[in-house]
């Protein structure tokens, strides 16, 4: 009989902590939704109160299948639980369950809070309790718990037999400093083993010595049976444990598939990758090519001698299989993964092509050439969509940009103030018509943006509910060269989105590269006379 | 007494398998001259003989410090150690050290060699010997040894022991596909030690699990003396064990500082930062802002309750101290901290204001009131810098912007092919006199910088040296309007890095203002005369 093993992510509250990730209210409902994907057990959203978009963000449950974890501290001292606002504003959240945090490490009582030890534990057992009568699924995070516990065993102890005896589902050591390593960690376990059952234990990581992924798997394996950690290891300072490579080895690797059942299945484990990626895609991150597991290189064989193996007998070469975890296999000598990978993706976006039809290898060499030029379609699926149709010679020829032009001035205006004009002018051809449309726009892109979708002629009425939602740049060193990739979302009025890429040494070639692309994929879908 | 325990780098051979990374020669010295600089005991530089950049490499000793150490396979089958190229190019290679590479999984030594497991157990032991004859330390990497234990223990632990008797130095176990599990380490090593001596053994681990690191503790912690490993954890797939951090855990933390000694002393450990850092910049890669112990971020602090904790007593959240391995601490401005972050921060850039000081408030305010406006400090100090030397009036108003220009056209040319042409006309205000500078890009931004740096008259020599790295863009959804948000790193020629940000709703301006920003940080650094 395997056990159950319960995941809390905390993406939205300590990895908000990673330095230069700043969310909005759209990115923390994204992100909720992306977590619902992989199967994980509680969404710690943030912290109500402490902030007006935290507050807004718990006005509604965000998530379908995860438990919704509101995070907050126990209450003041000084203060009783029914006249704290922090308190109030916790129980207020529309969460099903609430995670409050206390110092455990008497230290930290004395210097940062500047209370008694006492008070501390009576603000633990208090709010445990308030939020238990208030019918929440309650937990505590013992901050420090492994320092303090080397500090002082007895109070830190205290402190997580108090959140149990009030009646917390779960009490959660926190490594919070991250320089707990796995042996110290297992060590620790075992010994509170012996005052809170390890079913009501979980452990919070950090990656501080590079250890939080083994850090957490000491301490499942020590008893304690809920881990806390972020997607791609988000998190302040080197981040927390990485809950993707978590998942992929609890699931995957024995003795732990074997041992322990987790909230996600096969389908769930199987999107890890996608939505590994996602989240980079989101906070417009380049992904990390090296992941354990979802990384683009983690199935890749560069070495000569390896490759032709890995084609013998791939499993020889592999931990594990890549499909599992939704990735794939990269030999850089053979097209035969290729091949059925890009089969796959087409069955995706609704293409269906034979495996020995001849075109199927001109799109692979279209993908593999503009990919070379750095041409990135995991999040631009319409633009893929026209690159394929492109190749099966099913893209009209709807209309012809001959020429354009933006120009940004920056002078002073006639009252003396500084102030920065773009406007565009774009020339184009259509059914032996010149058409030449001018615009102004807010910077560059939009005045060609809007330039370029005023006079469409016959094509105007397809795209006039068109609206550029999300407009992305990433810069690449490609040897001495930056080559700029443009990612751009778009959307019409029945809330329909599509994404488009466009590559190119100029940000503005990109961007209209992008933007062409968005509109005739719209013409297409639409089927727009040719 | 402390046992002696010895560092393995494989960053110029089992590195050099990292998807996209290809050494020249000057790297190759370049890297060899790092590892001399932190204490490595072994440098592996390649495999002489298999390719003439590793050839020449090993023409000639390449550490000075460290003992170099050449790699290759063990005798071909049907051949004599007397008449094989492979052995002979790596005894004529000028090394200290030579470590060979042999199959340990019986099911490898079938399909992928195709040869017999006793003609695979005679190779190990005739290479070993011919080697140590010529007066080499001699090694054996055993290849797939953990799956291979798990497959035959007898057959892998029979590679092992013929090694060993035939006089190697060290035995390396090597977990080739990266998927063993620290428990499983342990016990395969306990295993492995009752026919090795711990004293002879070495691991090698790869990060398939995220485990990397803390397999490598688990190995030494039940008994082998050597850990291989590369620098910033680079190798193929997932990466190898990462010996930066690896190196500064053996150093600083308990009980490992306790228990054994290495080669690396207090002044290769604070080298270790600029090392880590100065492989990104050679690779051209953007280095691990969250790596452990030596990423920008590895002490930055974000939250504003820890922010002021970690003023009070650093040591309470630092699970060591930062200076140890050449790091810096960090406060994070943002918009959860308060006073105390700014007052850090200010210390960390030099410049000291007494918490009572009213200009600090108007810093804050300053902050606060660019930051709503989409400005973010965290990855712009020299922004940053400037904004604080602003409000207390330090910046000379060197030179005036009057007035900029940017076009970009797309338009056929004479020849009927697609070109795009930016071009940029800036007009500066300096002393008195006005200056126009116009210039050509590859985008609108590189035509502007080209202009805008094209002639500065007095403040020319100054910014001569100034070149662009890195430009980042973020575009943030503010209501209907869209705001840009630019990064911007600049280099000089003493190696100098420094970071500068822009916002504005229109790309270009925001560019502007960031480039503009790096020439007066520059100018100020440098004492410019007002």
């Known amino acids: ?247 992929a080895t609890l699931a995957l690797k024995q003795p732990w598939a074997e041992r322990f059942a987790l909230k996600a299945g096969v389908d769930e484990l199987a999107r890890l990758t996608q939505v590994s990626r996602a989240l980079d895609e989101l906070l417009n991150r380049a992904p990390n090519r090296h992941a354990p597991y979802v990384g683009a290189s983690a199935f890749a064989t560069k070495a000569g001698i390896h490759a032709s193996a890995v084609m013998k007998d791939p499993r020889t070469y592999e931990h594990v299989d890549p499909a599992h975890v939704g990735n794939l296999r990269r030999v850089l000598v053979s097209d035969q ?20 039809d001849p075109r199927l290898n001109r799109v692979l060499e279209e993908v593999k050439r503009k990919e070379s030029q750095g041409y990135a379609y995991e999040g631009a699926d319409a633009s893929f969509y026209l690159l394929v149709k492109r190749v099966l010679g099913e893209v009209p020829g709807y209309f012809l940009v001959d020429r354009f032009s933006v120009n940004v001035e920056r002078r002073y205006n006639a009252v003396g103030d500084l102030t920065t004009v773009a406007e565009a002018i774009v020339k184009v051809m259509l059914d032996g018509e010149v058409m030449i449309s001018a615009a102004e726009g807010n910077g560059p892109v939009n005045a060609l943006d809007v330039a370029l979708r005023k006079d469409l002629g016959k094509y105007q009425r397809f795209i006039d509910d068109l609206e550029l939602v999300d407009y992305k740049v990433r810069v690449f060193q490609g040897g001495t060269d930056a080559v700029t990739r443009v990612l751009i979302e778009s959307r019409d009025r029945d809330g329909d989105i ?32 040719a």
């Open 1 to 247: 009989m395997s056990e159950r093993l319960y995941l809390f992510d905390t993406t939205l509250r300590d990895g908000a902590q990673t330095t230069g990730i700043d969310f909005s209210l759209a990115d923390k409902i994204a992100i909720a939704s992306l977590l619902d994907q992989i199967g994980i057990d509680y969404v710690e959203g943030g912290y109500p109160g402490a902030n007006p978009l935290d507050t807004e963000f718990f006005a509604q449950k965000r998530t379908r299948k995860a438990a919704f974890t509101a995070f907050g501290m126990t209450r003041r001292a000084g203060r009783s639980v029914a006249n704290d606002p922090g308190i109030a504003a916790l129980l207020e959240a529309d969460a099903d369950a609430i995670c409050f945090v206390a110092k455990s490490w008497d230290y930290h009582v004395h210097v940062a809070l500047e209370i008694s030890l006492e008070d501390n534990l009576a603000g633990i057992r208090e709010s445990v309790a308030a939020a238990k009568t208030r019918g929440r699924e309650v937990m505590l995070d013992c901050e420090h718990f492994f320092d303090g516990y080397k500090a002082n065993p007895d109070y830190a102890l205290a402190c997580a037999k108090a959140a149990y005896e009030a009646g917390a589902r779960w009490v959660v050591l926190c490594d919070t400093n991250g320089g707990t390593l796995p042996e110290e960690v297992a060590r620790i376990v075992t010994e509170v083993r012996k005052h809170v059952p390890g079913e009501n234990l979980g452990i919070h990581a950090h990656d501080d010595c590079g250890c939080a992924v083994a850090n957490s798997l000491a301490a499942v394996e020590a008893g304690v049976r809920q881990i806390q950690g972020t997607l791609n290891g988000l998190g302040e300072r080197c981040g927390n444990a990485n809950l993707v490579t978590l998942l």
């Open 498 to 529: 599509w994404a488009t890429v466009g590559v190119s040494p100029n940000i503005i070639d990109a961007s209209f590269e992008a933007l062409l692309d968005s509109i005739v994929y719209k013409l297409v879908m639409r089927g727009a006379p």
């Open 337 to 356: 993964g290729g091949k059925s990978n890009i089969r796959a993706e087409l069955e995706r976006i609704g293409i269906s092509l034979d495996k020995d």
